[in-house]
Nanobody
Framework: QVQLVESGGGLVQAGGSLRLSCAASGRTFSTYHVGWFRQAPGKEREFVAAVSWNGRPTRYVDSVQGRFTISRDNAKNTVYLQMNSLKPEDTAVYYC???????????????WGQGTQVTVSS
């Protein structure tokens, strides 16, 4: 089973950037599709971005398209989420997860990390 650890969150001003990392243990990580999700207080967990097992294709929720970039380095067992032009509405706990099917649906994913907090001040 793959275990995931997110890092890179923090407090940033609107317009700033952060890069989140999702580090995985397990030799089978490179065979999984990986998704980033986020959950703000009082809201449901929502899809942010996904990357296929070999880096293509990728998919984004409309609200982050053009601002966020998902990528992976299978040699390092790590997936990244580069977040630019951050907005206060991006404030949430960000989670990564793996799935055997390329999907935007959180129900498809398993082996979730513990999350990393991103706070964007206005």
């Amino acid at each position: 089973q793959v275990q995931l650890v997110e890092s890179g969150g923090g407090l940033v001003q609107a317009g700033g950037s952060l890069r989140l990392s999702c580090a995985a243990s397990g030799r089978t990580f490179s065979t999984y599709h990986v998704g980033w999700f986020r959950q703000a207080p009082g809201k449901e967990r929502e899809f942010v971005a996904a990357v296929s097992w070999n880096g293509r294709p990728t998919r984004y929720v409309d609200s982050v398209q053009g601002r966020f970039t998902i990528s992976r380095d299978n040699a390092k067992n790590t997936v990244y989420l580069q977040m630019n032009s951050l907005k206060p509405e991006d404030t949430a706990v960000y989670y990564c997860a793996v799935a055997g099917v390329f999907s935007t649906r959180p129900q498809i994913y398993n082996s979730w990390g513990q999350g990393t907090q991103v706070t964007v001040s206005s």
